[in-house]
C-alpha cells in the first residue's frame, strides 16, 4: 500500500462517519499492546513528532500507563507546532495527566543539545511515520542517532523515521528497529526496505473498513498533484476531444468545459467545421478546429492525428453521430492514435462505433459507458438481471476484463474495473439524468488523466467529482439544473479536504 492510499483510506473513513480521533486511539492501543506482550515491565521512552505520527505515540503513553509501564514522551518539537488537531487533544490529555501521580515525565525538545543519554528498557520512535522526505532537520535526526545508540528495545510506529515510505530507501539515517507496528495494511516501503531498520513488522487493524478502498470519497482527491510555482502552459494538461456533428454541437463543448474546469490547461475540439461555431459559442476558452464535412470521416483522419500528437489524452465520441464514415473513421483514428502509446477515452458515440477487438489488447483506454452502452459494446444479448449487488459488480467485473483496458460503468452506483482492481462510487444524484452529464464525466476523466494521474485513479476521481458537482447544483437549482450549469460546480466539489490530521 502506498502512503497516498492510506491517507485516502483514512479520510474516507471519516467521510463514512469514523472520526481520525477514533484510529488514532485504535493505532496507539494497538502500539502498546504490541509493547506489552514483547516485555512485561519497565521503562518506555517515546519520542514524538508534530504529526499523526506523534499522535500515535500520545495515545500509546495512556495505554501503557494504564498497563503499568513508567512511560517518558520526548516531544521533538514546542507544543504548539503540533500540526495533527487529534494529536495536539491526545498531547493535551497527557499535559493533564502529568500532574496526576501516575509515573508520566514529559520533555520538550527545542534543539539536540537538550537530548540526553537513554535509560529505558524500550524506546519507540513515534517522529516522522510515512512524513519523511527528503533529509532530516534537527532535532529529529540527533534523535534517530541516539536512538540508535540505545541498547533498549526499539518499536517504530508504522514506519521507521527515516525510511522513505514509498520506495524503502534511506536518505539520511533512520531508526533502526526491532519491531515496526504498521496500520491497517502493509506499506510498498516497508516490503522492499532493508530488514536492519524495519526488525519484525507487524500489521494492526486499527478499524479502517475495506470499502473506504473501494468507495471513493474526498480522500481521493489527495491524489491531485499540487501544482509547482514554475509551471507553464500546458504543462498542467492537454486534452484533445475528437466529436460533434452537424447536428450535434453540445456534446464535446460540455466535455471540454468540463475537462477545463477540472484542471486541463488546454482543450482542442476537432470537429466538423458545422459544428465549429456552435462549439465556439459555448466558451472562447476552447480551442476549436474544424474539417471540411457534416460528420467525422476518413479525410478528416490526416489533421486530426496531428493534432493528437501534441496531447496528453484523446477524448473520443462526443456527439459524433453514427454515419458509417465515422465508424470507419474513429476505427482507424483509435489505432493510429494507439500506435503513438496516447491514452484514451471512449465515451457515448464512440462506444457504438469503435469496435472491441480493435481496441481489447490496449491497457492505455478508458471506456465511459452507461448500462445500455455497456451491453453493445460487449455484445451482450440481454441486461443483466442481478438483484444481489455484490454479485452484480462480480458479473459486470469479469465482462470488463474481455479487454486491457479500464471501464467505467455509470449508474446510481458507479462500478470502475480493470483487472484485478474494483472501485465504486455513490456520488450523485437523480438530477443527473438531464443530457451532457457524462460529456462532463468524460471530460473530466481526460483532464485528470492527462494531469498524471493512473487510469484507475483519474477514471473514480472523476465519478466522484462528476457526481459531487451533480449533487451540489441540486442543492442550488434542485432537479432542474442542466449540465452547463453543474460544470460550474466541479471546481467546489475539487475541494481538497485538510490533511493536518492525517497520518503524517
Known amino acids: ?54 499522535g500515535d505515540g500520545f495515545v500509546a503513553a495512556r495505554h501503557l500507563l494504564n498497563i503499568g509501564f513508567k512511560v517518558e514522551v520526548i516531544l521533538l518539537a514546542h507544543p504548539s507546532r503540533i500540526r495533527s488537531k487529534e494529536a495536539k487533544k491526545n498531547w493535551e490529555v497527557l499535559e493533564k495527566m502529568e500532574v496526576s501521580p501516575v509515573p508520566l515525565e514529559l520533555k520538550i525538545i527545542k534543539d539536540s543539545s537538550q537530548l540526553k543519554p537513554l535509560n529505558t528498557d524500550v524506546v519507540v ?3 516522522l511515520g510515512t512524513g519523511i522526505k527528503g533529509r532530516l532537520r534537527e532535532p529529529i535526526r540527533s534523535a534517530i542517532r541516539l536512538i540508535n545508540g540505545s541498547d533498549a528495545l526499539k518499536v517504530a510506529v508504522d514506519i521507521p523515521s527515516g525510511v522513505e515510505p514509498e520506495t524503502g530507501e534511506v536518505v539520511d539515517v533512520a531508526v533502526e528497529a526491532d519491531y515496526t507496528v504498521t496500520f491497517h495494511r502493509m506499506k510498498d516501503g516497508l516490503r522492499t526496505a532493508d530488514p536492519t531498520f524495519t526488525g519484525e513488522i507487524i500489521v494492526s487493524d486499527i478499524g479502517i473498513p475495506l470499502m473506504c478502498e473501494i468507495f471513493t470519497g474526498p480522500g481521493d482527491l489527495l491524489r491531485l498533484s499540487k501544482r509547482k510555482s514554475s509551471s507553464h502552459k500546458g504543462e498542467n494538461g492537454r486534452i484533445l476531444i475528437i466529436g460533434g456533428s452537424a447536428k450535434y454541437s453540445g456534446a464535446p463543448a460540455l466535455a471540454g468545459l468540463a475537462a477545463l474546469k477540472s484542471g486541463a490547461d488546454l482543450v482542442a475540439i476537432a470537429c466538423p467545421e458545422p459544428a465549429t461555431v456552435p462549439i465556439k459559442s459555448y466558451s472562447p476558452d476552447l480551442i476549436v478546429k474544424g474539417f471540411p464535412g457534416d460528420h467525422i470521416n476518413i479525410k478528416m483522419l490526416k489533421g486530426m492525428l496531428k493534432m493528437a500528437g501534441r496531447v496528453d489524452c484523446v477524448l473520443i465520441g462526443c456527439g459524433s453521430g453514427l454515419k458509417p464514415e465515422t465508424e470507419d473513421a474513429f476505427n482507424i483514428l483509435v489505432q493510429e492514435i494507439m500506435n503513438m502509446e496516447k491514452p484514451i477515452v471512449i465515451d457515448a458515440d464512440g462506444l457504438k462505433l469503435i469496435k472491441k477487438d480493435t481496441i481489447k489488447d490496449y491497457p ?129 466539489a475539487m475541494s481538497t479536504p485538510s490533511t493536518t490530521s492525517g497520518k503524517n
Not at 492501543?29 to 499523526?52: C, P, Y
Not at 444481489?388 to 479500464?406: C, M, P, Q, W
Not at 485513479?457 to 439544473?481: M, Q
Request: aromatic residues 8%; glycine residues 12%; charged residues 20%.
Open 125 to 127: 520512535d513515534a517522529i
Open 1 to 54: 500500500m502506498r502512503p497516498i492510499d492510506m491517507m485516502v483510506a483514512d479520510l474516507n473513513a471519516e467521510y463514512l462517519g469514523i472520526p481520525r480521533l477514533s484510529l488514532m486511539e485504535n493505532a496507539g492501543k494497538m502500539v502498546a499492546q504490541e509493547i506489552n506482550r514483547l516485555v512485561d515491565s519497565g521503562r518506555v521512552t517515546i519520542f514524538a513528532g508534530t504529526g499523526g505520527n506523534g
Open 364 to 492: 492505455n483506454i478508458i471506456l465511459t459507458p452507461h448500462e445500455g452502452e455497456f451491453r453493445e459494446f460487449f455484445s451482450l444479448k440481454s441486461p443483466i438481471v442481478i438483484k444481489d449487488f455484490k454479485e452484480k459488480v462480480t458479473a459486470y467485473h469479469s465482462i470488463s476484463n474481455n479487454i486491457r483496458g479500464l471501464v467505467l460503468l455509470k449508474g446510481p452506483v458507479d462500478m470502475i474495473f480493470q483487472g484485478e482492481k474494483v472501485r465504486l462510487n455513490t456520488t450523485g444524484t437523480p438530477g443527473m439524468t438531464v443530457g451532457g452529464t457524462g460529456d462532463c464525466l468524460a471530460g473530466i476523466t481526460a483532464s485528470l488523466w492527462a494531469q498524471g494521474l493512473s487510469p484507475m485513479d483519474a477514471a473514480a476521481l472523476a465519478a466522484f467529482i462528476n457526481g459531487r458537482a451533480g449533487e451540489l447544483a441540486e442543492e442550488e437549482y434542485g432537479y432542474g439544473f442542466t449540465a452547463s450549469e453543474m460544470i460550474d460546480f466541479i471546481p467546489k
